[in-house]
Antibody
Framework: EAQLVESGGGLVKPGGSLRLSCAAS????????VNWVRQAPGEGLEWVSSLSSRSTYIYYADSVKGRFTISRDNAKNSLYLQMNSLRVEDTAVYFC?????????????????WGRGTLVTVSS | EIVLTQSPGTLSLSPGERATLSCRAS???????LAWYQRRPGQAPRLLIYGASSRATGIPDRFSGSGSGADFTLTISRLEPEDFAVYYCQQYGTSRLIFGGGTKVEIK
């Protein structure tokens, strides 16, 4: 069964850093574009970042550009999100999500597999 | 930039009833690049519909999507207990990736 499992969330002070991980299993991770999507408490979903299968295409939401870095290790079937200069408004559950097949690297696509998320709390 | 508005915010219905959820875009969405997801508390979001009307793998046929241009609808023909959840629409394609604010379907 295809699965994504996030980890690395926790409590961090404003200005701090955190690194999230997403472990993939049950499918060929190396051929998919994968993403981070977040949901702040009481809010809707917000796409954060995308990374193509060979790390050729990288996209970020304006709200995190310059502060967050997405990366992957296909040999370890893992996706990462390095979050620096964290702000209170970055508090959210962070989901790892896979683009469905058919994505050609241009623009954006839809997600056919999600993890359950990991909670990041930015507070002093 | 495109904004997706979902209505109603909350839908109170009983099991067996029909649910009709709306997702309205501030401008036309090209190629009907619209998806719907279900989110149950503590669970991973689940893809229901893509391309405005295509059911994802394993999704029961009581879920259907329709619409084009700027107006889209998710219909659940007969609500099952496990269908009470929050539903999100999502626009994709070349311009932007955004989600609607969600509709909560709750038990009446």
């Amino acid at each position: 069964e295809a699965q994504l499992v996030e980890s690395g969330g926790g409590l961090v002070k404003p200005g701090g850093s955190l690194r999230l991980s997403c472990a993939a299993s049950g499918f060929n991770f190396g051929i998919y574009t994968v993403n981070w999507v977040r949901q702040a408490p009481g809010e809707g979903l917000e796409w954060v970042s995308s990374l193509s299968s060979r790390s050729t295409y990288i996209y970020y939401a304006d709200s995190v550009k310059g502060r967050f870095t997405i990366s992957r290790d296909n040999a370890k079937n893992s996706l990462y999100l390095q979050m620096n200069s964290l702000r209170v408004e970055d508090t959210a559950v962070y989901f790892c999500a896979r683009y469905a097949p058919g994505y050609d690297g241009n623009g954006y696509w839809y997600f056919d597999l999600w993890g359950r998320g990991t909670l990041v709390t930015v507070s002093s | 930039e495109i904004v997706l508005t979902q209505s109603p915010g909350t839908l109170s219905l009983s099991p067996g009833e029909r649910a009709t959820l709306s997702c309205r875009a501030s401008q036309s969405i090209s190629s009907s690049y619209l998806a719907w997801y279900q989110r149950r508390p503590g669970q991973a979001p689940r893809l229901l519909i893509y391309g405005a009307s295509s059911r994802a793998t394993g999704i029961p046929d009581r879920f259907s999507g329709s619409g084009s241009g700027a107006d889209f609808t998710l219909t659940i023909s007969r609500l099952e207990p496990e269908d009470f959840a929050v539903y999100y629409c999502q626009q994709y394609g070349t311009s932007r990736l955004i989600f609607g604010g969600g509709t909560k379907v709750e038990i009446k």
